[in-house]
T-cell receptor, first 113, second 118 residues
C-alpha cells in the first residue's frame, strides 16, 4: 500500500472551509484514497473515498490531483464538532487478500470558535 | 439503520485473565475486521473475517484469536492478558464491491470496547 504523509495538526476557524492535505506520491493506478476521522475516544468515521475523480458527499469533498500523487479533503463550513483526527488512507483491495486499513498518524484538526 | 455494535463498552481485567469482545456487523455485511488502538496511536489491524473464514491477520501474538458466526457476528478473544493489551478495540464491518479487476470496500467502525488491564 502507498504511504501517506499528512501534517500533524491544523487549525480552522468555525464557519470557514477546512482543507486537509495528504501526500501519496507512490500511489498506484488501482489504489483508492479513503478518508476517515476519529473524534476523541470514538470509533473512526468514514468520510469519503475516491479513485481518480473528485468526489463530494454530504460531509465533504475530495479533490485528487491529476497525477494522483496528492489529495485534499475539504470540509466546506467547519463546525466545532468537526474537531477530530483525520486519517488519509490509500488502499488497493485485491480479491482474496485481507482488506485491512493501515492508519498513519493523521492530522489533528482543531476548529476554533 | 443500526450501525456496527460492540459489547461491552468498557471492561476492566487483571493480568493473566482472558477476555471476549463481541461485535455485530451492519445488516448485510459479511466481513468483520478487528483493530487495536493504543492511546495516542492510530488503529492497528488484528484480524479480518469474511464468510466465517479468516482472511488476514496482523502482527499480533497467538494470544489473540477470533471467530465469525453464521449470522456474521464476531468475537475477539485475548488470553493471558498483559498490561500492554490495554486499548480501545474496534470492530469494523464491510461489504466488498467489485469494480473491474479490483475491489473497493468501505469499512464502518463500531464505537469500540475500551479494555483496561490492571
Amino acid at each position: 500500500d502507498a504511504k501517506t504523509t499528512q501534517p500533524p495538526s491544523m487549525d480552522c476557524a468555525e464557519g470557514r472551509a477546512a482543507n486537509l492535505p495528504c501526500n501519496h506520491s507512490t500511489i498506484s493506478g488501482n489504489e483508492y484514497v479513503y478518508w476517515y476521522r476519529q473524534i476523541h475516544s470514538q470509533g473512526p468515521q468514514y468520510i469519503i473515498h475516491g479513485l481518480k475523480n473528485n468526489e463530494t458527499n454530504e460531509m465533504a469533498s475530495l479533490i485528487i490531483t491529476e497525477d494522483r500523487k496528492s489529495s485534499t479533503l475539504i470540509l466546506p463550513h467547519a463546525t466545532l464538532r468537526d474537531t477530530a483526527v483525520y486519517y488519509c488512507i490509500v488502499r488497493l483491495f485485491s480479491s482474496g487478500s485481507a482488506r485491512q486499513l493501515t492508519f498513519g498518524s493523521g492530522t489533528q484538526l482543531t476548529v476554533l470558535p | 439503520d443500526a450501525g456496527v455494535t460492540q459489547s461491552p463498552t468498557h471492561l476492566i481485567k487483571t493480568r493473566g485473565q482472558h477476555v471476549t469482545l463481541r461485535c455485530s456487523p451492519i445488516s448485510g455485511h459479511k466481513s468483520v475486521s478487528w483493530y487495536q488502538q493504543v492511546l495516542g496511536q492510530g488503529p492497528q489491524f488484528i484480524f479480518q473475517y469474511y464468510e466465517k473464514e479468516e482472511r488476514g491477520r496482523g502482527n499480533f501474538p497467538d494470544r489473540f484469536s477470533a471467530r465469525q458466526f453464521p449470522n456474521y457476528s464476531s468475537e475477539l478473544n485475548v488470553n493471558a492478558l498483559l498490561l500492554g493489551d490495554s486499548a480501545l478495540y474496534l470492530c469494523a464491518s464491510s461489504l466488498a464491491l467489485k469494480s473491474g479487476a479490483a475491489y473497493q470496500e468501505t469499512q464502518y467502525f463500531g464505537p469500540g470496547t475500551r479494555l483496561l488491564v490492571l
